[in-house]
């Protein structure tokens, strides 16, 4: 792509000499990954018009995640700047360790990072492909009647707050119930946009605080089933490591956390996957084909798209300077993509062998996503699945349209037949 007039323009009139270069936010909406290409190869950090600072190239992205020079939005700021009245969404934000630093992180995480751990998770396998499973029932019962189905209401979106319920020990009925609310709060994680609904964010951010503190006060009397997450929270809380309402907080991101960022990599790798000829039939059969399909498709088109951190002070990086103060996006959208560390970038190519160890899509540093194992699982799980039960899946109609470049992608819909 060549860059357009407008975004050559600002980058040359406004720019200061050193200073990233100005690339409107409406083109990084339109085409992130042909505007990434073609600044990445010129320039390590382009500058949107509100001053936000993208990092584009991988080893820029990979050290910055662990850079003490940036640092992790806290939640005060972030409600500020996403204009978030006092009351339950704000607190939820305030007390969340996805917003916070330090001692105060790490006595939130802690109580939730031995059950999300690889080999406690991958316990979790076979309730995860029955919940599956079990969804898949619905799905092909529409198709018989409709002919068609939007795999994104059917089985997509219900797929991860139905696990999370039953981390939670709840009821499977309790978490359809409560998906509602966590797809009314999640939008509140994301970078805003117009029309949203800020009354809605609240009232589910109330209503899923509620839940989860009956859940635990449930399970503090002994009247629910087992859950050791609910388990290491009541500990922490009699340990006064973390007050009720943190502990809540605590479990409402991870519900939120779980479902947005899922829902939405289910259907970017359908999407893909139910265009790559002869694969969608053998993932069904190859539980290490899923895996290696799964962990490109996160590259290839992430669900996710970048990290956000705050600059404390200027940072030269080679051929491009962040100034201090600054919003920082990290795009692990564009660093997935950089010809530096990938061959063939824009290609998926499920056998590659150019994968680092720790997948961008998730992070890194003291924040790193809490549940990968989790997410690889259910997304796995989900593509064997779908593939063993309607191996003659296809797209109706052109591939969806996602939409976004920064934190959490949007993918309205995915229309598919047998
Ligand atoms: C494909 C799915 C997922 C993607 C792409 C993803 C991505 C990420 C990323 C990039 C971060 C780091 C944010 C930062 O540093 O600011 C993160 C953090 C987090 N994720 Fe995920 N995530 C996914 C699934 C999940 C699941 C299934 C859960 C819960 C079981 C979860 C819970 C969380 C939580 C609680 C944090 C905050 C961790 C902390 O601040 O210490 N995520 N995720």
């Not at 962990?295 to 962040?322: H, K, Q, Y």
Request: charged share 20%.
């Amino acid at each position: 792509m060549t860059s357009s007039p407008r975004s050559r323009e600002l980058a040359t009139k406004d720019a200061a000499p050193n200073m990233p270069p100005f690339v409107p936010s409406s083109e990084l909406e339109r085409d992130p990954h042909a505007v990434f290409r073609y600044w990445r190869a010129k320039t390590p950090v382009i500058q949107r018009e509100d001053g936000a600072c993208l990092v584009l190239r991988a080893a820029d992205v990979e050290s910055l995640l662990t850079d003490l020079r940036t640092r992790q939005i806290d939640g005060a700021l972030y409600t500020r700047i996403r204009g978030v009245p006092a009351g339950p969404l704000q607190d939820l934000m305030v007390e969340s360790l996805l917003m916070s630093e330090g001692e105060a992180h790490r006595r939130r995480r802690t109580p939730m990072s031995r059950v999300l751990a690889f080999r406690a998770v991958e316990a979790m396998r076979e309730t995860v492909r029955s919940a599956a499973e079990s969804l898949i029932d619905g799905v092909e019962a529409q198709g018989a009647i409709a002919g068609q189905v939007d795999l994104m209401a059917a089985f997509c979106a219900p797929l991860p707050p139905l696990v999370m319920g039953r981390l939670l020990g709840a009821p499977a009925g309790e978490a359809q119930a409560f998906a509602h609310w966590v797809y009314q709060v999640s939008p509140a994680f994301a970078p805003a946009l117009p029309g949203e609904d800020m009354a809605a964010m609240v009232d589910g951010a109330a209503r899923l605080t509620a839940y989860v503190e009956q859940c635990l006060t449930r399970a503090m009397r002994g009247h629910a089933p087992g859950s050791e997450l609910l388990d290491n929270m009541l500990a922490a809380i009699a340990m006064d490591a973390l007050t009720l309402a943190e502990a809540a907080a605590q479990l409402v991101t991870l519900i939120i956390g779980a479902s947005d960022t899922t829902r939405a990599a289910m259907a970017l790798q359908v999407s893909i996957l139910a265009q790559a000829g002869g694969t969608w039939r053998r993932l069904g059969e190859d539980a290490g084909l899923a895996r290696a399909a799964v962990t490109e498709a996160l590259r290839l088109e992430p669900s996710v798209g970048s990290v956000p951190r705050f600059s404390m002070e200027e940072i030269v990086l080679d051929g491009g300077v962040i100034p201090a103060g600054r919003l920082v996006s990290l795009s692990t959208l564009s660093a997935m993509r950089d010809p530096a560390r990938f061959a063939n970038p824009d290609t998926f190519v499920v056998d590659r062998t150019d994968h680092p160890r720790w997948h961008l899509v998730f992070g890194g540093g003291a924040h790193r996503c809490i549940g990968e194992a989790l997410a690889r699982l259910e997304l796995e799980e989900g593509l064997i699945a779908l593939s063993r039960r309607l191996p003659d899946l296809r797209l109706v109609g052109p591939r969806p349209r996602i939409e976004g470049y920064a934190g959490i992608r949007r993918i309205d819909g995915l229309q598919v037949t047998w």
